[in-house]
């Protein structure tokens, strides 16, 4: 297949390509700014034809919700990144695309168990994510077949979610490995985790399968407890994990973004494990085992 990729440079992104053309697949990418073999959103003809030509569209674009302090030029700029290339590239009439979005969508459910058919619960991310994928209407409308990967907490080594507990960007220091890691908020939160490889392999499953369409929850089937997390890394580190992260703190030092941080989303691949998907890391001791080592 012809494979076009929006944003394919970031932790998702670069990875995806990778996969996807070590199977055979040729794939081309669109950036903000042009590089060898690379497409520009500046050169509008040139990325429209693009579409045109390939059997999909995947689209990764978005800033980074954790990059910084949620100021309200930067809650624009979270908004703003996801609508407007989701909207020309729906534009452009993909015969198919596959657009990334968030279990953010959904809300904090508490212990309620979230399926792809569940009704958010409204906050001001589930307002991002509802954008981000009604953005992509103009594709549906021209008959393309659209998927929406609502993607949990990605585990991966070397970054995601695990990288920022062990070694948090803004601490001068690492508490795991001084022996004072723990769960965030009071650990009784759901947390919707994913390895990496999954995610991929969700994207492969959405390209290949023509039944997929609308939204596809990508997690593990296997979501757990903040404080469940908190012990099976530090058993993977051979660290304690009994100091908890209180709400203040961690609003000292993400802001607006901690509240985020601590929703309870007890996200299942319900489609996912009704289309035969299996997972290749199903069970959060495996996935650690691999992200740490």
């Known amino acids: 297949m012809k494979i076009l990729i929006?944003?394919?440079?970031?932790?998702?992104?670069?990875?995806?390509?990778?996969?996807?053309?070590?199977?055979?697949?040729?794939?081309?990418?669109?950036?903000?700014?042009?590089?060898?073999?690379q497409l520009s959103?500046?050169?509008?003809?040139?990325?429209?034809?693009a579409v045109a030509q390939s059997d999909a569209v995947i689209n990764l674009c978005g800033a980074s919700v954790a990059a910084q302090r949620w100021s309200e030029t930067y809650r624009d700029e979270i908004l703003y990144s996801r609508v407007e290339p989701t909207r020309k590239l729906a534009s452009a009439r993909p015969k198919v695309l596959?657009?990334?979005?968030?279990?953010?969508?959904?809300?904090?459910h508490g212990d309620n168990e979230?399926?792809?058919?569940?009704?958010?619960v409204p906050d001001y991310f589930t307002h991002v994510c509802a954008r981000w994928e009604e953005a992509t209407q103009e594709a549906?409308?021209?008959?393309?077949?659209?998927?929406?990967?609502?993607?949990?907490?990605?585990?991966?080594?070397?970054?995601?979610?695990?990288?920022?507990?062990?070694?948090?960007?803004?601490v001068p220091f690492s508490p795991w490995k001084l022996g004072l890691g723990g769960p965030l908020g009071n650990g009784r939160q759901?947390?919707?985790?994913?390895?990496?490889?999954?995610?991929?392999?969700?994207?492969?499953?959405?390209?290949?399968?023509?039944?997929v369409s609308g939204p596809l929850n990508a997690v593990s089937p296997n979501p757990v407890t903040a404080q469940a997390l908190a012990d099976a890394l530090g058993a993977a580190l051979g660290k304690p994990a009994r100091f908890p992260v209180p709400l203040f703190a961690l609003r000292a030092l993400v802001g607006e973004f901690a509240d985020y941080l601590v929703a309870s989303q007890r996200?299942?691949?319900?489609?996912?494990?009704?289309?035969?998907?299996?997972?290749?890391?199903?069970?959060?001791?495996?996935?650690?085992a691999d992200v740490v080592q």
């Open 6 to 37: 929006a944003g394919a440079s970031g932790f998702i992104g670069q990875p995806l390509l990778e996969s996807l053309a070590a199977v055979g697949h040729t794939v081309q990418t669109l950036s903000r700014t042009a590089r060898a073999n």
């Open 41 to 49: 959103w500046d050169d509008e003809t040139a990325w429209r034809d």
């Open 98 to 108: 596959l657009n990334a979005s968030a279990v953010g969508f959904y809300g904090d």
């Open 114 to 120: 979230i399926t792809e058919e569940s009704v958010p």
């Open 140 to 170: 549906v409308k021209s008959g393309g077949r659209v998927v929406f990967l609502r993607i949990g907490q990605v585990f991966a080594r070397g970054g995601g979610v695990i990288e920022s507990m062990v070694n948090p960007p803004q």
């Open 190 to 211: 759901w947390v919707p985790w994913i390895h990496r490889d999954d995610v991929l392999g969700l994207f492969s499953l959405a390209l290949e399968n023509p039944t």
């Open 267 to 288: 996200v299942v691949p319900t489609k996912a494990l009704a289309l035969g998907y299996t997972f290749r890391w199903p069970t959060l001791p495996e996935a650690l």
